[in-house]
């Protein structure tokens, strides 16, 4: 009987457990409609009801204007916001935009991580823009190693693969491989701008500058023309310049054609006779081509010919920044001959050279930094010894600008582009400075000396220039001065 009395009264008490346990699901299926406007900019629905769940067990739940505490139980307060640097926890706190925090264990602890934010009274909310973690992307080789040993040197985790779209940086070597329509402005970091082509094939960089010649012939805005600076050049896909450059062709003329959209010199030859060009055009009709005028008499060093590599780093700023950096020169392996048909004798970048049997002998003559060029200079055509930082650096700064300035206005600015092309120029036998090409994928090779001790300085101080930038696009702050700015030069702001 006693056993009796004990199991109904068990009975009642299940009961009553059970209807209070349905009036308690009623309610929290209640509240999670109700502070979802809430929590909805932190919590998707199914992270609500379990973040409730979790709170009313263990009477942590602290929500600005909605309290949900068993009866017996007194409100606690709230704790109070850790600050960023105080204590281990501020790393989970969502970044704002352009922060780019130090990256989380991975995806699974996202939603802990709100919740527990949410329980100690932190109801952080999304950022507005700006990655949540420094990851980057490599696709390609060049300047690959070193791009990968700076980044995670400061903190930063490689992502495997080459199609993520979940990166903070992304290093390219060709500019196809980046998605530009999946770019997320203000969150994600990419080498290369769009339409950098305007600048880095033979015939965006002459429609370009020919246009800005044109718009800006009467205006004060001028400061140089550019045939002072381009050679002659014809585009052999438009018929009416094909037919002018045949009439202008003349006994003795040496032309130089280039395909339009590639580098390293491939698919280059001279061209002497008309009919030459003819049967070279037959075999590639389907390649875009330019023509341009040979400089015959190029300054010569040792006898060899040789030409100049500089760099200009653009980063979409406020609207851009553009700046310079000093280079190297490449020499040829041969004495100069015009009349070789050898194409080492007449193009003197690395990869040209590299083809000759005694590359590997001599390349360190190939490659000489500023100094030895200033020092050959004095020495044999009595040049002031300030002539190559100065005079010389001067002109290819002006060339620069004026290039940059030829498509300003048609370049794609989003907070996060950023670009490091390389110019080449070339001296003739009177010291005019001649800008041969524009590259967008400038070799980052270090297999000589030089190099070694230039190309990747060059390389780090490009990243930190252009994150440096993007942090304070993204955060609204003034951004000159800039704390990564070494090296190089700011030539345009």
């Not at 929290?28 to 709170?55: E, P, R, W, Y």
């Not at 009866?71 to 501020?90: D, V």
């Not at 980044?151 to 930063?156: Q, R």
Request: hydrophobic letters at 35%; a neutral charge.
């Amino acid at each position: 009987g006693e056993q009796g009395a004990m199991d109904g009264e068990q009975g009642a008490m299940d009961g009553e457990q059970g209807a209070m346990d349905q009036a308690g699901e009623l309610e929290l299926g209640q509240m999670s409609g109700s502070i979802g406007l809430k929590l909805g900019a932190v919590l998707d629905s199914s992270d609500c009801h379990t973040f409730l769940k979790i709170a009313s067990r263990t009477n942590e739940l602290v929500v600005p204007g909605v309290t949900h505490l068993p009866s017996n139980t007194k409100p606690k307060t709230p704790a109070p916001p850790q600050r960023q640097g105080n204590s281990s926890k501020a790393s989970s706190m969502v970044p704002g935009r352009g922060s780019l925090a130090a990256p989380g264990p991975g995806g699974q602890g996202r939603t802990d991580r709100k919740v527990d934010r949410a329980k100690r009274g932190i109801i952080a909310p999304k950022a507005s823009g700006g990655p949540r973690a420094r990851t980057f992307l490599l696709c390609g080789k060049n300047a690959a190693p070193i791009v990968e040993q700076h980044l995670t040197s400061k903190g930063w985790r490689k992502l495997e693969g080459s199609r993520s779209l979940s990166f903070t940086l992304q290093w390219v070597e060709c500019k196809q491989h980046i998605d530009f329509r999946s770019f997320r402005e203000g969150q994600q970091i990419v080498n290369h701008f769009p339409n950098i082509n305007l600048l880095t094939t033979k015939n965006g960089l002459l429609e370009s500058l020919t246009e800005y010649d044109k718009k800006t012939e009467s205006s004060e805005q001028r400061s140089i023309n550019m045939r002072e600076f381009v050679p002659v050049t014809y585009r052999l896909y438009v018929p009416s310049e094909k037919e002018e450059f045949s009439r202008s062709f003349a006994e003795g003329d040496i032309w130089i054609c280039k395909p339009t959209g590639l580098n390293q010199g491939k698919g280059i030859y001279l061209v002497r006779d008309l009919k030459d060009l003819e049967a070279k055009e037959e075999s590639s009709h389907s390649v875009q081509r330019v023509i341009q005028k040979y400089i015959k008499s190029p300054l010569l060093i040792d006898g060899r010919k040789f030409d100049i590599r500089v760099y200009m780093l653009i980063i979409a700023g406020s609207p851009f920044l553009v700046f310079y950096h000093t280079g190297y020169v490449r020499l040829s392996l041969v004495p100069y001959d015009l009349a070789s048909t050898e194409m080492c004798v007449h193009l003197t970048n690395q990869y040209q050279q590299k083809k000759h049997p005694l590359y590997k002998e001599v390349k360190e003559d190939t490659v000489w930094g500023f100094e030895r060029l200033q020092s050959y200079l004095s020495g044999h055509h009595g040049l002031p010894d300030d002539w190559v930082m100065n005079i010389l650096t001067k002109r290819m700064q002006q060339i620069m600008q004026v290039c940059f300035q030829s498509i300003a206005s048609k370049l794609t600015h989003k907070i996060g582009f950023f670009d490091l092309l390389g110019f080449d120029f070339m001296l003739d036998s009177s010291f005019n400075v001649w800008l041969i090409e524009v590259n967008i994928n400038p070799a980052m090779h270090t297999n000589c000396e030089t190099l070694k001790n230039m190309i990747p300085h060059i390389v780090e101080e490009t990243l930190d220039l252009a994150i440096e930038v993007f942090n304070k696009c993204c955060g609204s702050l003034p951004v000159l001065p800039l704390t990564s700015l070494h090296e190089f030069i700011l030539l345009d702001s």
